[in-house]
């Protein structure tokens, strides 16, 4: 069985960072992309960026600059590290893996930039 799960997120002022982290365990022979999305309240869940197995990255116009997606393979972890944040930023963070053929998302983590 295999489980993902987001971490890391919290309150922050704006223009400060945050780390969130995606991990994923279980019986995993490969993650292959993973995507970061996020839900501000009363929004549709949009895609902020992902990370091919290669390590190829892409982000939202929206982040472009201030947001940064790198992965550990050896930890079957993927990071968002996320700068300069603002309150438009605000919202559930999700994690979605391609994992042996099969996608799966965690449940989320909270993130909240105050003006």
């Known amino acids: 069985q295999v489980h993902v799960v987001e971490s890391g997120g919290g309150s922050v002022q704006a223009g400060g960072s945050l780390r969130i982290s995606c991990a994923a365990s279980g019986s995993i022979r490969s993650i292959n992309g993973v995507g970061w999305f996020r839900q501000a309240p009363g929004d549709r869940r949009e895609l902020v960026g992902g990370?091919?197995?290669?390590?190829?990255?892409n982000y939202d116009d929206s982040v472009k600059g201030r947001f940064t997606i790198s992965r550990d393979n050896a930890k079957n972890t993927v990071y968002l590290q996320m700068n300069s944040l603002k309150p438009e930023d605000t919202g559930i963070y999700y994690c979605r893996a391609l994992i042996d053929g099969t996608d799966y998302w965690g449940e989320g983590t909270l993130v909240t930039v105050s003006a």
């Open positions: 990370i091919t197995s290669g390590g190829m990255t």
